[in-house]
């Protein structure tokens, strides 16, 4: 039996990101029809990792593949994630984790893709485009974010492109829009390190919106068809993995 894919994301109060990785899921489901794909929350969204485990071990599974919908190696990714799988365990199945879902080309590739779709050309030599992401005070993390503003730097034209973060590190979306301007920044575009909506994409809004004139803003990566390809990867390496997996057992 071909174990699940078992996709955990943060969770949210706001209900917008929910439906979003949803809708990411269900193109996960539409490239895989054979896969049994399953959506699961950390906090604040429901349905509770360990509640959809239970499920997919009572539906007769012995195994499953936690896919966690992070995008760097931060706190829920180091803490959280192996602490929930871990919470009821037995030996009678099994959960493999798979690693986040960052460093990787297609996340920049989905990053991009949405902030040419809000009209952002590479050749726009007045334009600085923020690289916004949620922050952690993990620092590799962040540095992932600000690797990424470095290449799209090195392969346009505009006048800057900088990482910024929501919390936890700096510099800010205000701080980034200084420096920007500083460049020779005329126009200010905000493109997004995040997956759905919710709190910390709305402040980076908010702060673009009170420090730049009609700044140009990126959705969420969402749905994007690279990033459901990259979860199926991540299912996938987990699975063939020929050392070291990462493994639990939980009660029956």
């Known amino acids: 039996m071909t174990p699940p894919l078992v996709a955990v994301a943060h969770g949210s109060r706001d209900p917008r990101s929910a439906a979003t990785i949803h809708a990411l899921m269900d193109v996960v489901r539409d490239r895989r029809p054979d896969l049994d794909v399953r959506t699961a929350f950390l906090d604040l969204s429901a349905p509770r990792l360990g509640d959809v485990l239970d499920a997919v071990h009572g539906d007769g599974h012995r195994e499953a593949v936690v896919v966690p919908l992070l995008l760097g190696r931060a706190y829920h990714a180091r803490v959280d994630v192996p602490a929930a799988v871990a919470e009821a365990s037995t030996p009678w199945f099994r959960v493999h984790v798979a690693d986040v879902l960052g460093p990787d080309p297609r996340l920049d590739a989905a990053a991009w893709r949405r902030l040419a779709e809000v009209g952002v050309s590479p050749e726009d030599p007045d334009l600085g485009v923020i690289l916004a992401g949620a922050g952690s005070s ?4 962040n540095q992932l974010v600000s690797d990424v503003a470095a290449r799209w730097q090195e ?40 997956l759905a909506p919710g709190l910390l994409p709305d402040r980076v809004i908010g702060h673009a919106h009170d420090h730049a004139d009609e700044p140009l803003i990126a959705a969420p990566m969402a749905d994007d068809p ?12 987990t699975l063939t993995a020929a050392t070291d997996p990462v493994e639990y057992s939980r009660a029956l």
């Open 226 to 237: 690279g990033v459901a390809d990259l979860v199926l990867d991540r299912y996938a390496q």
């Open 138 to 141: 993990h620092a590799p993390a």
């Open 155 to 194: 392969r346009t034209a505009w006048a800057g492109a900088v990482a910024a973060f929501a919390a936890a590190a700096d510099p800010d979306v205000p701080a980034a829009v200084a420096a920007l301007r500083r460049r020779g920044a005329r126009r200010i575009a905000v493109a997004s390190w995040f």
